[in-house]
Structure formats: C-alpha cells, structure tokens
C-alpha cells in the first residue's frame, strides 16, 4: 500500500510493484497523478479507480501509456456512480505508467481516490434484471439469472438461496462451464399454501481451491445514478 507523492507527475512519475494500492489525492484543478510499473509481456493486468464507492468525488479518467508517453489504452466513468476497471495486456516486458485525473479536470480536498493495480484473476458475475417478483400460493416461479464469467473462469458456479421468506423454498441449480448453463440458469421458487412475503439474496459459489461467492445484484435507479443492490422482494 502506497500514498501518492506530491510529485507523482508526468516528470516525476512515482515508482510502484504490482501488486500496489496507491491512496491519493488531486489536490487542485487539472491535476494528475502519473505512476510508474513495470510488467511482463502477455500477463494481464486490472487497474480500478475507485472514489465515488468510497465517499469521495472523482470521475476518475484512467490512462496507461508506454515509457514514452504513447497511450496504449484508456477507460473512465460511464456515468456519477460508476468507476472504472481497466484490464491491460502489456505487448512487451518493460515498464509503463498509468495516470489518473477528473474527468472535470477538477481537484481539490474531496478529490481523493484509491488506485488498485494487480493481476487479472478469474472472476464472475451474477446479475438478474429485476429485485421484485410475485409468486401465487402454491405455485412455482421461475427467475432467470444471468452468470457473466471474466478472466478465464473456468468450473462449475453452484447458485442457491439465502434467507427465503417462510412457506418459500428453492432448489439449487448449477452453472456449467460449457453448454445452455453457462451464462444462463433458470432459479425455481415454490411456494406453499402460507407462504409469507420478504427479501431474500441469491448466492453463487465458485469451485476450486480458491471459491469466490458473489450475491446475484440487479439495477435500480435513485435520482441520476444507478446503483447496484442484492436483497431481492418476494
């Protein structure tokens, strides 16, 4: 873990090893913060900006260019609420830079951001397109789940449900890495006679020695931003 330097600049780039997480700050309008790594040829990188997620207020810009400052490739917000992950494949050994800055070019004592560089791991996603469903008594509902694999995951993806109103129950069901299952399932609700309504999560649990568990979100919009939520209303 690092803080940037005052002088982490285009000139003065500030040296860090991958893995780093580097806390900084843009201290005043058009600033940018610039440092310098070096990487291997073909090994995948993730650069995450973060500011919004953590009380703060920058639209973070992210750039990685060469040593020579030729940008090789860029990512910023898409909209308030969103912060950008850029996944870097460096085409040589050798060392690079990746600069963040506003998108406003602004800056100031709120400009505060945390910058993760590390190495592209498996990873996945679980998404439904909505957070409310009505389920008559004793009847079935089924829920379509989307699973989003990144970076190479491979395995099977076990999904189940965690804290279902009373008179609810749900079998699991499993993701494959090939076939229908793979980015799609269908997740089977039943409910009794006195089912009762409620909130409940979906959960998703990788295989492997290194599981990853991720809840199942879906989009909902408060004001101009949209935000990400798992509680799901039966």
């Known amino acids: 873990s690092l803080v940037a330097e005052i002088s982490a600049s285009r000139e003065t780039p500030q040296e860090c090893a991958i893995p780093c997480t580097i806390s900084g700050q843009l201290g005043e309008p058009k600033d940018r913060d610039v440092f310098r790594f070096t990487a291997v040829k073909g090994k995948a ?3 995450k900006a973060e ?8 639209d973070p810009v992210l750039k990685v260019t060469d040593d020579a400052g030729k940008i090789l490739a860029e990512a910023e917000s898409g909209q308030r609420g969103t912060e950008p992950v850029l996944n870097f494949t460096p085409p040589a050994d050798g060392a690079y830079r990746v600069e963040i800055v506003d998108l406003h070019q602004r800056g100031g004592l709120r400009f505060v951001y945390r910058l993760t560089l590390a190495p592209v791991a498996p990873e996945f996603a679980v998404s439904l397109a909505a957070g ?8 079935t509902l089924e829920i379509p789940i989307t699973i989003d694999r990144k970076n190479g995951i491979a395995g099977e993806i076990d ?6 109103p009373a008179g609810i129950t749900a079998a699991p069901v499993k993701s494959l890495p090939t076939g229908d299952t793979a980015k799609a399932v269908k997740f089977v609700l039943t409910a009794a006679a006195d089912a009762k309504p409620g909130m409940f999560q979906i959960l998703a649990k ?6 990853l568990t991720r809840q199942a979100t ?3 919009k408060i004001g ?3 935000f990400l939520h798992s509680d799901v209303w039966l």
């Open 206 to 211: 990788s295989a492997g020695d290194a599981p």
């Open 224 to 226: 101009s931003g949209t």
């Open 132 to 139: 409310t469903f009505t389920i008559a008594a004793g009847k």
């Open 159 to 164: 999904i189940a449900a965690e804290n279902l």
């Open 45 to 47: 990188l993730s650069i």
């Open 218 to 220: 879906f989009p909902t």
């Open 51 to 58: 500011s919004d997620s953590i009380g703060f207020e920058i």
